[in-house]
């Protein structure tokens, strides 16, 4: 079935000569005009474009690059702060984990090390 469409297309879109005499019909259709002396000013214009119209685009590149690499060092700046305040947040919390861990190992050790209780006087035994 493809191939049948391709040779559809094919045959559709082959070249075909134009008959005899098709260039001077289309040369009579079209309206007879002189040519006009072009105005000085748009050839200087086209001859040599204007400051701003070579300048434009360097200075577009020019300005695209300085605002990129302002944005950058801003994202950079921006990451450096998020790190720093994350760290200062982990250390407060491994300092505050510390703390606890140094006040349950004193009770530890104070209950080690603590003298042991006086045995109870022994009682008479009464009978």
């Known amino acids: ?34 040519p006009r002396a072009a105005p000085v000013v748009a050839l200087r214009s086209a001859a040599r474009p204007n400051l701003w119209r070579r300048l434009s685009t360097p200075a577009a590149l020019a ?19 998020r790190e720093q305040r994350a760290g200062l947040a982990a250390r407060a919390e491994l300092l505050q984990a510390l703390r606890i861990t140094s006040k349950k190992l004193d009770l530890a050790y104070q209950a080690v090390n603590r003298p042991a209780p006086a045995p109870p006087p022994a009682e008479e035994n009464p009978s």
């Open 1 to 34: 079935m493809s191939q049948d469409i391709e040779n559809q297309l094919r045959r559709a879109l082959r070249p075909v000569d134009p008959s005899a005499g098709f260039a001077e019909r289309v040369m009579r259709a079209l309206p007879e005009s002189t």
């Open 63 to 81: 300005a695209s690059l300085v605002v990129a690499v302002l944005l950058g060092q801003q994202a950079g700046r921006q990451q450096v702060e």
